[in-house]
């Protein structure tokens, strides 16, 4: 009997996966020449060798992805790479800057979609910047984690994460002792999660060429981050938890009392005015072709009004209810501020997309060792994210140039564009501190602490 290896199909796939060695040397070129284009952002001249280092560690097979491992593959010193990444004095902000830029002049889109999500990390112990119990997405429970912010970027042409902020609870950030022990910023207060977002959209979003923001339930409960993305002209659709509270405007109003007021659409949930909608008013929508086929939904929308947290009227959204057709199928509420006439498979497509922040954070959890970190600190934290936020944009250039998605003249990611001229070197930044290592204590308050 042959081994499962052995087998037709199995044969099939290991040719389809096999990686000729041009294609490895290729891949170790292009890693080259992206960190060169990375090294400006980075003053002192060791810190470019330990981005090196720290990329290219990011980027093997090792199980653990910290420091210490990398260190000793590189056959490199441990202690200088961890003074490197948890409190060396270099501008997280500067590096994100870079990426926005090479993500924008490779993948930008005037279709593309801005992704606000948040994702958590199992802690042990309370040392940690921004611990405490806490919802863990990832857990699916409340324990004992941090969590962080993040925005994405998604279009037709590939994906990045583009900002990430640690969350500071506000218990946490009321804590004298904890923000000094873990070294958190002067003016680093309390933020609800949804402003951290609001935030992202306001200014890293605004280098990127986008239609929608889009996010999960965490963010679109909250009435003020709609409000706010209305004034400023944003479009979005934003999921929301199945008992926010709507009224249809389109329902029928309970009959009036003689002499009475005119009575007004009565209060229910999404789920219950789901729930209440003949078969025949949900439309099946193709939103594109998945790996097994095109992937459908059904969907229906309504013109509706929403309570916000304060029991008050909200303004008219367009909710949309989606339900994905599978086995175990899912549903999701949501509600957008697009006009009542814009495309139904437009919303669709642009909320399918949200889910390839999803995406990211696997790979960057299964790849490139984003929660894979052993720092304590704000800036540790802060410098981790942004060396993974690098790694993991270089994967997904690379599957750009290995699978043939999208090249040349079709608008995707050309090796002239994916592997372009690096940055002009800046002779000085905000809270540059020359040739000075300070240790963790010197970057409380100080003006180059990410804040991405």
Known sequence: MGTLLEHPEAQALLE???IAPATVHACSRHL???IQRYLPCFYRQEHRTHVDTILRGKLTGLKRKTTEPIAR????KRRPLQLFVGAGAWNDATVLDELRRHVRTTIADAHGVLILDASGVAKKGTASCGVQRQWCGRLGKVDNCQVGVYLGYA???GKALVAARLFLPEARAADPKHR?????????GYQEKWRMGLDFVRGPGRELPHAWVVGDDEFGRASELRGQLRFDHERYALDVPRNTQIRDLSGRRPPTRPGGRPRVPVWESVAAWAARQRHGRWRYVTIRNGEKGPLRVKALSQQVQAKDEDGCLGARERLVVIRSVAPQPQTWYVLSNAAKDSPLAALLGAHGDR???EDLFREGKGEVGLDHYEVRGWTGWHHHMTLTLLALWFLQLERLQLGKKKSGPDGGAHP?????TPATA????PGHRGDREPGVAAHRGSADLPLA
């Open 73 to 76: 593959q590189a056959h490199q």
């Open 32 to 34: 080259t020449a992206f």
């Open 426 to 429: 800046p002779a000085a930044w």
């Open 180 to 188: 000094a022990q873990t070294h958190v910023p002067d003016n680093v």
């Open 355 to 357: 889910h390839r922040i």
């Open 16 to 18: 389809q996966t096999d």
């Open 155 to 157: 279009t037709p042409h």
């Open 416 to 420: 002239a564009v994916v592997h372009a």
